[in-house]
């Protein structure tokens, strides 16, 4: 009788091997695309990035370094930088109006002066949060 049993239980253990490694191999790798932030409220100046929103974020997303002395502080959150987008898509007038400190809100105004805008045809004061997160 136990020797039933154990042929039973070796053969449901077998099938339920080979179910589990043929849903393995039927799924197609997917690549990974990376999660950017992107603030609930979309700053009016992203409209006129190429690519819209999101696009911006990822150049953010790609430019951002953490400063050392934020990462071993462990500070994380999120800097406001101010700006005017110029009619000919030029920018000027960088100000830090809000940061977390320990260099966040020097390297997020490095960050938004690489932001490149198409032209608005007209002169936009704007801002554009930066988060930092560990």
Same mark, same amino acid.
């Given at each position: 009788?136990?020797?039933?049993?154990?042929?039973?239980?070796?053969?449901?253990?077998?099938?339920?091997?080979?179910?589990?490694? &043929?849903? %393995?191999? &039927?799924?197609?790798?997917?690549? /990974?695309?990376? +999660? *950017?932030? *992107?603030?609930? +409220?979309?700053?009016? %100046?992203?409209?006129?990035?190429?690519?819209?929103?999101?696009?911006?974020? +990822?150049?953010? @997303? !790609?430019?951002?370094?953490?400063?050392? $002395?934020?990462?071993? @502080?462990? /500070? &994380?959150?999120?800097?406001?930088?101010?700006?005017?987008? @110029?009619?000919?898509? !030029?920018?000027?007038?960088?100000?830090?109006?809000?940061?977390?400190?320990?260099?966040?809100?020097?390297?997020?105004?490095? *960050?938004?002066? $690489?932001?490149?805008? @198409?032209?608005?045809?007209? !002169?936009? *004061?704007? !801002?554009?949060?930066?988060?930092?997160? $560990?």
């Amino acid at each position: 009788m136990t020797r039933k049993f154990s042929i039973l239980f070796l053969g449901f253990a077998f099938a339920a091997v080979t179910a589990s490694a &043929q849903t %393995v191999a &039927q799924k197609p790798e997917t690549e /990974k695309q990376e +999660k *950017v932030w *992107v603030p609930e +409220k979309t700053p009016p %100046v992203a409209e006129h990035y190429e690519g819209g929103v999101e696009a911006m974020y +990822k150049f953010i @997303n !790609s430019e951002l370094k953490y400063p050392p $002395l934020a990462k071993r @502080n462990r /500070k &994380q959150g999120t800097c406001i930088i101010g700006f005017t987008l @110029n009619e000919d898509g !030029s920018t000027s007038g960088f100000k830090i109006l809000s940061e977390v400190g320990a260099g966040t809100g020097d390297e997020a105004l490095r *960050v938004a002066r $690489l932001l490149k805008f @198409n032209a608005p045809g007209y !002169s936009i *004061v704007g !801002s554009v949060p930066i988060m930092f997160k $560990l």
